[in-house]
């Protein structure tokens, strides 16, 4: 069979997937010198009074949320922070802090040339779709039509032949000055690989997403991984807030970010921390289910009482753990099956998990080559390690529409379950956020016989189940 011409750069590229996402934990935190400080401020709701005590103690509010009582604002004033508290017009603030939430990723790039009519080109490389039975649940019926899934990350890639008819582009925008939704840098674009989990379109081209029929909002609250915590909680107010009153009307909110704390990490730091938490219980007020990544540290967190990991232990979220299976494409299509083995890098823990979900891995020993048939014709060729890793959509070499990467972390496990949940969502339309979360928890397959784990939580997340049971 014809080799295709992938070959030579996945090879050269094999080093640098070796050490991506591997943790969340690189932060770099910015004292914000030389310029405007930017300030996360809590009130019980935020309006007038809250305006105009900021505008006295000399600051400028840049993004406001009145039923949340949140708000983000800059000042040049030194003593800013203590004349706003002591104002009466709010009840807590801190000075915001710029975070790397994710790991900066490498991507092997593949271009869609083959168009079968009624498949995908890359759907035999697409173990994780397979691993939760999500075939099943189309036949179904439920493909995610009519659900909102806002993506809160790094750009989004709008014009992708796989995502462009999914992407709420009105709706869609960002909170990093300077950028707008559909852009980042480099080639990869993290946010891209994760809209396409949950949501490429089943249009004979490239891959398919678990719910390839939702509507993805792109919410951008991080450049090249990293943001502040103002921006990921204006995001996800404002993805939660209704289109009626000026938001984005999401169902879900996914999270693919993650950073990790020691606790005790300075009074501002365990205040933007809280904030980030009644953030996220406020969306779920509002009807909205988060799910987040557990995390890629490989930490026992219900034994790592010195840390925290955020938001995956924020609030009412959702956290996904990550899969992965050693040796998919080893004499394919007779390969590995064990999709449900944890993935190294995952964060577990009773206290933090609530499901797995596919995410990858790259464990595998070796540099043998192995091949899988693309469809209709042809046969994608790379060292076998490669093909455990989750594939999905990326922006690729000047903006093509037409790129693929593979990928692996928790960030690509959760992206998985919220595309369970917005097929749930499809099949229950109605459904409290509250039953939302159980339902995708209750249908999940039970992977140890506890019930229950530190790593599963309640199960690894199966679609068939989800929508006929």
Sequence with gaps: MKRTPLYLCLLLLIFAFAAMMVSFDNRSVSAQSGGPRSYVL??????????????LAGGT??????????????STNPNFLPLILSSGAVSSGAEDQVVQWTSPMKQVELEETAVTPGDETF?????????????????AGFTGQGVRVAVLDGGIHN????????????????????????????????GTHVAGIIAAEDNALGTIGVAPSATIIGVKVLHNGTGSFGQVIAGILYASTPIAEGGAGADIINMSLGATFPKGDGPGTGQLIGALSKAVNFAGSNGVLVVVAAGNN??????????????????SAIAVSATGPEGYAVGYPSGATNFRAPAYYSNFGHSIINVAAPGGNDTLPGTALCSIPRVPTGTLVTQCWVFDMVLS???????????????EGTSMAAPAAAGVAALIKQRFPGISVGALKNKLMQTADNVDGNGSSPFYGRGFVNARRAVTE
């Design 123 to 139: 759907i035999n490389l697409q173990w994780n779709v397979k691993s939760m039975e999500a075939p099943a649940a189309w036949a």
């Design 393 to 407: 959509t990326s922006r690729g070499a000047g903006a093509s529409t037409t790129s693929y990467s593979f990928a």
């Design 61 to 74: 509010v840049t993004y406001s949320h009145a039923k949340s009582g949140f708000a983000v604002v800059t």
């Design 159 to 190: 014009t992708h032949q796989d995502l462009d008819a999914n992407i709420d582009v009105a709706r869609s925008t960002s909170f990093v000055p300077g950028f707008a939704f559909n852009q980042d840098v480099g080639t990869f674009w993290h």
């Design 42 to 55: 809590s009130a019980a709701k935020w309006g007038d009074k809250q305006n105009q005590a900021v505008a």
């Design 298 to 315: 490989g930490l026992d967190l219900d034994h790592s009482e010195s840390y925290t990991s955020v938001p995956a232990m924020s609030g």
